[in-house]
């Protein structure tokens, strides 16, 4: 174990609750997303030394702020395993927005647990860091959903079979998809777009409709069939409530479509909307469309993002001093 | 198109509503099944001039007979394409228990169907045929569901994306698995274990669970991953409901667990339940193990099917007179 004295990570944003896959599929962006810097300390535990970004709202509490509360998950991991882990000082560098359905809350956690491994010399392989971060997920929306978090870590297209036990499946990435996130300045809380579809109960028949498609977007993952994937998103059981929170929901996903995406959902718990297309010139059409909508649908300003499925997930980026 | 004197087709019965994918999986089974013979009449129409192996239950009305409802709606959608198909004379040999969970009504259907085709000399494709056989399966169960019918016709794995439109997968076929279902000599009526999990609501948590699931059996398929399958064959939504109506159905599971299987669920809306395993000694194990545990616990005597996945479905046997 060659300890580093200072690395640079970054967790890409993602885009989770994938059209029927409320809580189970979820796909890396390849951009916005999240800095982690980590270096050595000697004294034990996390200490937070910084946090930019953020227009000041997150926590400065390394007990509070998600990117702390990973990376104390994995050093305790750590040391837990005998691999007698100090301190390390964390710098968090915002560069996604927050609330917006873009798995914020997973970038920064990810990125958190990612740096404290690598500066460590990365003892455990990538996939054993998803417990750690799912910790500051967990801090962030009041619950353990993984379909932010895993793709965010790993890269690509990620299905969660099961949460207990946790059980991912990684799914091909057609290389022809191109993702376009629209994201409107305005902000849904998690948690309140939860709570919001957590107490209903929901008719057999709209269970079956996502059921078939969420397994046919899976077909379609694997047999590098985008018209079927486009078909394929569709939820008939959380997007009715959810799109009641989002300004100009019909009319962003209309202009999506009429400008030629394959399909077209919230990504998490919105505002944000994600289209897919087959090429990168549809991909920017349907950006400039559903960017038209919000503002003249509900006079907002957006940003919009266009890119292929990042396939990397988090990474280290040299560019770090150390 | 040729018009043969006399055609004699089998159908497969199928194993649907395959663990998590209520309504969107089904899987068509080596035996048992129903044939159907047909012979071209002057009189047009349908006549249904035989059934057999029904013990009298069913009705000899082509009007009310699932086969003869089928046959009449190919040779109305022939008809409407001027494909001008006079008559038709029908024999059904039921092959296989009624309201058994294997498809029993789908398999008639099929097999009406596919006889009408063959008979005028096949003018349709075999996918075409699906419509006319729903029509029996809507008469039998009172729902258009199509995880029987469709691979009962088309053989393999099916997946049902959708309904309105209808939209399939083929799925594929792990070469390694087999299937073992064992019919227990006690009857539930699809309309009734319909009717009780059609009036719920159900809860989010276990909505996500079958949609992890579902999802999962799909990638398992296309992965060739039967650990992975096996796993995912779990049902948060309906079995636990409709496990009340099968007697014993906790101990023929564990049983078939115990036995090796690599997962188990009611095949349809039972009685049945089927298994899956990894090879052939291991599916009659658990086959055993199964019909033990349906004599030991709930006095049941009880038939047990092991084989192959049939990638053939619906079939001309060429041992018809004609």
């Known amino acids: 174990m060659q300890t580093r004295s200072r690395v640079r990570v970054f967790a890409p944003a993602s885009a989770s609750n994938l059209g029927p896959g409320f809580d189970i599929l ?14 050595v300390a000697d004294r034990p535990g996390v200490e937070l030394a910084g946090v930019t970004g953020d227009g000041g709202l997150l926590s400065r509490d390394p007990a509070v702020n998600v990117a702390g509360i990973a990376a104390s998950a994995l050093l305790s991991r750590l040391r837990a395993e005998g691999l007698g882990a100090p301190g390390v000082r964390l710098w968090l560098e915002k560069r996604m927005p927050m609330a917006s359905g873009l798995g ?21 392989p990538r996939r054993e860091l998803l417990a750690a971060a799912l910790e500051g997920e967990r801090a962030a929306s009041g619950a353990g959903h993984a379909d932010n978090a895993a793709p965010s870590l790993l890269g690509g297209i990620v299905l969660i079979r099961s949460y207990d036990p946790l059980d991912l499946v990684e799914l091909p990435v057609p290389p022809a998809l191109w993702i376009t996130v629209v994201h409107p300045h305005a902000a849904v809380r998690t948690e309140e777009a939860r709570a919001l579809v957590m107490s209903r109960g929901f008719r057999l028949a709209d269970c079956v409709a996502n059921l078939g498609n969420a397994a046919a977007m899976v077909a379609a993952l694997y047999r590098n069939d985008l018209e079927l994937l486009g078909r394929s998103i569709e939820d008939r059981l959380v997007e009715p409530v959810r799109a009641a929170l989002i300004p100009a929901h019909a009319e962003v996903k209309r202009a999506a479509l009429g400008a030629g995406a394959l399909g077209c959902s919230i990504s998490g718990s919105g505002p944000s909307i994600f289209a897919m297309t087959a090429d990168e010139l549809t991909a920017s059409a ?11 649908a509900a006079g907002l300003v957006s940003d919009a993002y266009v890119g292929r499925v990042n396939t990397d997930g988090a990474t280290v980026r040299e560019d770090a001093a150390g």
Chains 1, 2 share one sequence.
Request: no cysteine; charged share 15%; aromatic share 6%.
């Open 26 to 39: 979820g796909l890396a962006l390849s951009a916005p997303g999240d800095f982690v810097e980590a270096e």
């Open 104 to 124: 914020s809350s997973a970038a920064s956690s990810v990125a958190g647990a990612m740096a404290v491994n690598e500066v460590f010399g990365r003892p455990l």
């Open 286 to 296: 349907v950006a400039m469309a559903m960017t038209a909508a919000f503002r003249d």
